[in-house]
C-alpha cells in the first residue's frame, strides 16, 4: 500500500527550505500532497493563485506529488486525500513546541494520522517567509534563499530600490 502524506503550510512565499522538505519527503513517501494553506486573516502577500503557481513552477522537476489549496481544518484534508502522515518541517527548538501541540490534537482527532518532523538542510535553518518578505520589502535581494520564480515575484511586489 503506497504511503501519502500532506505537507501543509501558507508558503507565502515558498522558499529554498521549503523546497528541501519536499524533496526530503518525496524520498521517503510514495505521494506527496503539498496543501496551501488559503487563510485570509493571515493576510498573505501572494494569493493562493500565486502560491500555488510559485510551488508548481519551483518544483517543476519533481514528481510523485501534488499541490492543492485548502482551508478548514488539516485533518479533514488528510481525510479526504487518505494521506496516512502529515509531514512538518522543523528549522530550530522555538519551532518544535508549536508543531508539537498541533501534532498530539490532530491525533486526537485522528489517531490513525501520523506526524513526522523534517529538518532541511542546515543551509536553510535560517530562512523563513517572514524574513523573506522583510529583506525583499526593503529592495534586498533574495537570491539562493528562494526559487527563481519566488525572486522574481517579489522584485514585484517590492521593486529595488
Known amino acids: ?9 501558507m508558503f507565502d512565499p515558498v522558499h529554498n527550505g521549503h523546497i528541501d ?4 519527503s518525496l524520498q521517503i ?13 493571515k493576510q498573505p502577500l501572494f494569493s493562493v493563485k500565486e502560491r500555488l503557481e510559485m510551488i508548481d ?10 499541490i492543492v489549496a485548502f482551508d478548514g481544518l488539516l485533518i479533514d484534508l488528510v481525510a479526504r486525500e487518505r494521506a496516512d502522515c502529515i509531514v512538518r518541517g522543523i528549522r530550530a527548538v522555538s519551532d518544535f513546541e508549536y508543531e508539537f501541540q498541533m501534532a498530539l490534537m490532530n491525533r486526537k482527532l485522528r489517531s490513525t494520522v501520523e506526524t ?7 543551509k536553510y535553518t535560517y530562512i523563513s517567509s517572514r524574513l523573506i518578505k522583510e529583506v525583499a520589502s526593503f529592495g534586498t535581494s533574495v537570491a539562493g534563499m528562494v526559487p527563481p520564480i519566488v525572486e522574481k515575484r ?4 517590492y521593486p529595488p530600490k
Open 21 to 24: 522538505v519536499i524533496q526530503r
Open 29 to 41: 513517501f510514495d505521494e506527496l500532497i503539498v496543501a496551501v494553506v488559503a487563510n485570509p486573516s
Open 154 to 157: 517579489l522584485a514585484e511586489k
Open 1 to 9: 500500500m503506497a504511503k501519502r502524506a500532506v505537507y501543509p503550510g
Open 57 to 66: 513552477e519551483a518544483t517543476s522537476d519533481l514528481s510523485n506529488f501534488r
Open 116 to 122: 513526522v518532523f523534517l529538518m532541511p538542510h542546515e
